[in-house]
């Protein structure tokens, strides 16, 4: 049985929709006096959020979007980051939902994932061009499909940023998935054959362009570990109490600051 259960879903209209809740909230002047940004950068892991809200001159929104939502003053407010919403695809799309009906209009990505791939060592950076919908979320925004892509046009620029100042990455798809705990070694030789997708990420919701309204969005994903049972290389960075290599994660983590601190190219003009 697949998803929605509903087949005419897609031609119905939601029966209550975020910018009426916006709009309650707005009413209530719990939204803060700042504009909305014009884009916004999803963090996934709190210290990606801390080390680039604390790397650059920011603000938090208050109000109703909190301490989530932080304004990067070097752009004058044009471009926020958001981070600590939750785990997995259901939040972050409430997130995506909110900030949309908020006034945001574009979007980057940026986390972590698994690899299933041992030709990407940890810490690299991977610009990710599709995703094969493993997960549930996704399937109440668009018809059953194999892959989802973001938009090409962010996309690019962020390829662009990247090269730019000399951030090596690689690019291609990834895998997405609600279960991180039920992950096989039968998916893993099956998404390798499917088209060696680079990683694993836990569910990031319907990114691909027509999936949300008004929200273009590109991904960039940092390779946290090699595939369950790999073999390692003999010389192995010092790890952290996860057992993950420590200083690659840091130096990856230093490589997405440096973008999100130069990120007026990937948004604007």
Sequence with gaps: MS???DKNKYSSEPF????DFIGYIRRLDRLGDRPAPEAVILCYQRSLFDYASNEVDSSPAGAYFGKQLRYLE???GKVAIVGNFGVGAPAAVVMLEELIAFGVRRFVSVGTAGSLVLDLPPGSLLLCDGAFRDEGCSYHYLPEAELAAPDPGLTEKLGAALAERNLAFRRGPAWTTD????????EVEFFRKKGRPRGRDGGRGPLQRG????????????????????RLAPR?????????PQADLRGGRRRLGRLARNRRQVYIG
Excluded: M
Excluded at 16 to 19: A, E, G, I, K, V
């Design 211 to 230: 999936g949300l309204p008004q929200g273009p969005a590109g991904l960039l994903l940092q390779r946290e570990r090699h595939p369950r049972g790999a």
């Design 74 to 76: 070097e752009t004058e």
């Design 179 to 186: 279960a991180i705990y039920r992950e096989t070694k039968d």
């Design 236 to 244: 192995v960075p010092r790890r952290d109490h996860e057992g993950r």
């Design 3 to 5: 998803l929605p259960l």
């Design 16 to 19: 209550f929709n975020p910018s």
